[in-house]
């Protein structure tokens, strides 16, 4: 899939420093867990050179899958009169209009209709449940703590299925379980992590590196360089996220997130507009450049 993105926007793209990048992955607070509105995140981005970002809140449903986590669907029209708003008074920042729509099982009547009604410019696709309404907490969630194995099992599972939809543009956050404590070495998940990178290079998709886990107990980015090596090695288009839910995370730790596309053996990355993309190059940095790694080993809360 190539795009039909204009000379002028890709104008200043060749070489991009990292501040430069695009932040595919923000906020709002309509889910009820963020702070700030469209428009700060705009005024956020363009205060710190960020020229393009994406706003990717929570997608409402209409069966009140993880409701407590998002708008309502009947305050959409609100988000993109937001949308429009900040692109109208931030016009120095380009502003992508999108959602992060989970994946469950059953979702995609709802998800194909909703997503051809409106003007879309990017869908994150993300596994937050393995089983949202189950009324059992070891099957609610993308883990727990006595059986990591079957946890990374079913997300891997379901983050294949998620790419089998057809539905999305980009994985986010792919070893989001070692957040809630299953540890996401190499050897744990491989078996698993693998299968869906397949699926997901065969549907097109890219995935993130997501830089919101430098603020989490985790103390790494999602996914971890070994998953990023294994996307890599299979041509997966990449793209960066902070997965801000204030303004001020706006392009948070893209510095860092860059060091680590190049250590992984990712070239180039991706720009999207209208849903089709674009590459861009990021093997523009200095040769003794090191990525970031965790200042302590992973900890994790319970
Ligand atoms: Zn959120
Ligand atoms: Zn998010």
Redesign the pocket.
């Known amino acids: 899939m190539t795009s039909a993105i204009s000379p002028l926007y890709v104008r200043d793209m060749s070489n991009p420093p990292h501040s430069a990048l695009p932040d595919y ?1 923000t ?1 709002h607070q309509l889910c009820r867990h963020a702070t700030g509105r469209t428009i700060d995140y705009a005024r956020a981005a363009r205060d710190k050179g960020i020229g393009e970002f994406a706003a ?1 809140d929570h997608c409402p449903t209409d069966i009140g899958f993880g409701q407590e986590h998002r708008m309502h669907l009947d305050q959409f029209d609100e988000y993109l009169r937001d949308v429009e708003q900040a692109r109208e008074a931030v016009p120095e920042v380009k502003l992508l209009l999108g959602v ?1 729509a989970d994946y469950y099982r059953g979702c995609e009547a709802f998800l194909a209709l909703f997503l051809e009604k409106h003007p879309f410019d990017i869908i994150l696709g ?1 596994i937050h449940f393995r089983d949202y309404f189950s009324g059992d907490p070891r099957k609610k969630y993308v883990t727990h703590q006595d059986d990591h194995q079957t946890a990374w099992r079913e997300y891997y599972q379901l983050t294949g299925e998620l790419a089998d939809t057809g539905l999305y543009d980009v994985l ?1 956050h792919m070893d989001l379980p070692k957040r809630f404590g299953a540890p996401g070495d190499e050897k744990a998940i491989r078996e698993y992590a693998l299968p869906s990178l397949d699926k997901i290079a065969g549907a097109g998709m890219a995935i993130e590196i997501n830089t919101s886990g430098f603020i989490h107990d985790v103390n790494e980015q999602y996914p971890a360089l070994h998953v990023l090596g294994w996307a890599a090695e299979r041509d997966i288009g990449l793209v960066f996220g902070s ?1 801000s839910h204030s303004p001020d995370r706006v392009g948070d730790g893209f510095e860092a997130a860059l060091q680590l596309a190049r250590a992984a053996g990712f070239k180039k990355a991706r720009r999207y507009h209208q849903r089709q993309w674009q590459e861009y190059p990021i093997s523009h940095l200095p040769p003794n450049s090191e990525p970031r790694t965790p200042s302590s080993p992973s900890t994790i809360n319970h």
Do not use: L, Y
């Open positions: 992955h906020h990717t992060e993300s986010t997965d």
